[in-house]
């Protein structure tokens, strides 16, 4: 595919997936009717559903990366070049602003949001490198064995993240820098932000060397 092809992939398939889950949350906190555990439930739903979809659709135009985390991983494995990894992370935190500015547009509320939501501490960070590390484990092992699973098993993934770490999983540098721009129930405090993308950058290369040994430990014993 072209580069213009690839980068347009990656803005389009990001912003969707922002407005997915923004908007989802917006969504379920309207309807919850102060039930947090419903609301974390819609969006757990929709983000995983709108995953799948964006994976399996936009794959074959741009590797449907949509996270800074995930191209650093296919820099390191040698798959894209330095300056396409760059352009690819512009578009991608681009496309997720835009995501949530449209999801605020669709619900009428104020475009330009910058969020108060507090998700500080140490153990959101070990969420964070958790949710991430399992994240690109699953892309990885998906792309060893089953190439065609990565979509739903990425959305399952997703979903299931939601709700066993401490951070529910925003597992994507472009994600957290569109969600810093919502002060919804998906959002988090501009402050906070910085520590999660060092955590999931983390999670994402820990990942990337510990599977490099794993197939390399494979591949010896066939």
């Known amino acids: 595919m072209t580069t213009p ?26 309807l919850a009717d102060g039930n947090a555990a419903i609301a974390l439930l819609a969006n757990t739903v929709a983000t995983g559903a709108i995953l799948a979809v964006l994976i399996v659709v ?30 690819y992370i512009a578009v991608q935190v681009a496309g997720g602003v835009c995501g949530t500015w449209i999801a605020h547009a669709m619900f009428e509320l104020d475009v330009f949001q910058v969020s108060e939501v507090s998700r500080s501490g140490a153990a959101q960070a070990l969420a964070e490198i958790v949710a991430t ?5 699953t892309i990885l092992g998906c792309l060893r064995r089953k190439p065609e699973w990565v979509g739903p098993m990425v959305g399952l993934y997703i979903s299931a993240a939601y709700w066993f770490t401490a951070s529910t999983s925003f597992a994507n540098p472009a994600v957290t820098v569109a969600r810093s721009l919502t002060d919804t129930f998906s959002g988090i405090a501009p402050v906070d932000a910085p520590i999660f993308i060092l955590a999931q950058i983390l999670g994402a290369v820990l990942c990337w060397f510990l599977f490099l040994g794993l197939f390399r430990s494979e591949s010896k014993l066939q």
Not at 5 to 28: C, D, K, P, Q, W
Not at 77 to 85: K, N, T, Y
């Open 58 to 87: 936009i794959a074959p135009l741009s590797g449907a990366h949509f996270n800074p985390a995930v191209t650093v991983v296919f820099l390191l494995r040698g798959e894209i070049s330095a300056l396409m990894a760059l352009a």
């Open 133 to 137: 590390f399992g994240l690109v484990a």
């Open 5 to 30: 092809i690839r980068l347009s992939a990656e803005f389009l398939g990001t912003l969707f997936l922002l407005t997915g889950v923004v908007g989802s949350g917006i969504m379920g906190e309207e």
